[in-house]
């Protein structure tokens, strides 16, 4: 425990400083448990909407200095990566929809 009066002073703004970076913290896992969730039920507009909010409290929390920048980067590239890939898995399952439909025949010409 501290004993000198600057320690003491110390100790009491080390204590606040973690109380307020435990709740940035806690809304940046939040934030990517959310993106992660929507990624996981395919929706692929609500993980869209969800990404662009955890980037920005993502970019937040590292202008503070709670989180390392490259720690930042690297969980927003890697969720952008997974939304990403999301959508392009959904649009080959589009595109086989359409492939999987019987032929169309060809329109008459009139003469």
Do not use: C, W
Not at 35 to 47: G, H, M, S
Not at 77 to 94: F, G, H, I, P
Request: hydrophobic residues 30%; positive net charge; glycine residues 2%.
């Amino acid at each position: 425990m501290a004993t000198h009066k600057s320690a003491i002073k110390r100790a009491r703004q080390n204590r606040v400083q973690r109380t307020r970076n435990t709740g940035y913290k806690t809304r940046a896992k939040n934030a990517i448990n959310e993106v992660r969730l929507a990624i996981e039920n395919k929706e692929i507009e609500d993980a869209r909407l969800s990404l662009s909010k955890a980037i920005s409290i993502l970019q937040e929390v590292q202008a503070k200095g709670i989180m390392h920048k490259n720690t930042a980067s690297r969980k927003i590239s890697r969720l952008a990566l997974q939304v990403n890939k999301l959508a392009v898995t959904d649009s080959e399952e589009d595109k086989g929809e359409k492939l999987d439909s019987p032929p169309q025949d060809p329109p008459l010409s009139q003469p």
